[in-house]
């Protein structure tokens, strides 16, 4: 709920029911980014709050640590498909965008400050690039 009111309220500001997300679902699309966010920078994640004992870990069955290993390493493969696809489908300025969108997670605004686009084009973007993905992920066999 912080993330949503910080800096006077911008990321509530920005949605917009047009573009498809009920209110529900554009506030659980920002708790999931949010959480995702600070999992991945390892930065106040909830692994760091209380550090697992090494006993506790060496106590876990092998097959548990080989699962998750192998879990981990079979989301970066399916990732790294539908990025290599995505990069096939998409025009220069269709994997500017995917970059500036998804990866960098930019603003539509900023992107469309710094391209000179309108907001309506980027948005655009995101849609087909989304459409695209979806595409991907359902003709790719992207699970090992």
Known sequence: MLALFADGGRILKAWAPERGLGFDQFVGFVARRHALSILRSGRKGPLNAHPTDPVDLENLPPESRCRDALRSTETRQSLERLTLELHRRLSPA???????????????????????????????????????????????????
Do not use: C, H, N
């Open 94 to 144: 269709g994997v500017d965008m995917f970059r500036r969108l998804f990866v960098e997670e930019e603003s539509v605004s900023d992107i469309a400050r710094t391209t000179g686009r309108s907001a309506e084009s980027v948005y655009q973007w995101r849609a087909r690039i989304r459409k695209a993905a979806l595409e991907v992920r359902t003709s790719l066999p992207l699970e090992s």
